[in-house]
T-cell receptor, first 113, second 112 residues
């Protein structure tokens, strides 16, 4: 198993540009989520999904869109990047079973100029 | 809303025990977790405890939960340089559907 994979690892954008952060998992997990990590802020939940076709907002959803057309993939879209979206983005997945253990991807470092 | 609080830094001597503390506000938390993040890396699940447990031990790690005071701690015995990392406390309200609420992380600094 590759676990949770994220691409790209690094990205630099200009304000107003759009891009999609990719996340995939091969563990047949139902639950997937996106977090952003900022210095001194810990991790904050952006969006999450409890299964294909179902998404919902987390703590900081503004400026981000998600979709879940398959169990494996959960892309995060920035429609018009802003400097405030400079952060490290982590995708996570879990089976949703007994311990709800979430497995995290390696992260995508995004810089918006 | 839910809140998880941790101290930002902890400095210990190599070989001593480290105790990282965490408090949370959500009384409906089902599971509480400790994650470790090394520089430039993702989060690694260290251990977790179910809310009806008081203690869990896993090799050098001991988790203590005081549900009445909403206080969670992680003890690392015989701290080594490889333990140097940021440790995040997180709580889940159950079902895993709405993700985890994380603390801001405690930087564990190991002195030689």
């Amino acid at each position: 198993n590759a676990g949770v994979t994220q691409t790209p690892k690094f990205q630099v954008l200009k304000t107003g540009q759009s891009m999609t952060l990719q996340c995939a998992q091969d563990m047949n997990h139902e639950y997937m989520s996106w977090y952003r990590q900022d210095p001194g802020m810990g991790l904050r939940l952006i969006h999450y999904s409890v299964g294909a076709g179902i998404t919902d907002q987390g703590e900081v959803p503004n400026g981000y869109n998600v979709s879940r057309s398959t169990t494996e993939d959960f892309p995060l879209r920035l429609l018009s990047a802003a400097p405030s979206q400079t952060s490290v983005y982590f995708c996570a997945s879990s089976y949703g079973g007994e311990a709800e253990t979430q497995y995290f991807g390696p992260g995508t470092r995004l810089l918006v100029l | 809303g839910e809140d998880v609080e941790q101290s930002l830094f902890l400095s210990v001597r190599e070989g001593d025990s480290s105790v990282i503390n965490c408090t949370y506000t959500d009384s409906s938390s089902t599971y509480l977790y400790w994650y470790k993040q090394e520089p430039g890396a993702g989060l690694q699940l260290l251990t977790y405890i179910f809310s009806n447990m008081d203690m869990k031990q896993d090799q050098r790690l001991t988790v203590l939960l005081n549900k009445k005071d909403k206080h969670l701690s992680l003890r690392i015995a015989d701290t080594q340089t490889g333990d140097s990392a940021i440790y995040f406390c997180a709580e889940s309200g159950g079902g895993g559907a709405d993700g985890l609420t994380f603390g801001k992380g405690t930087h564990l600094i190991i002195q030689p």
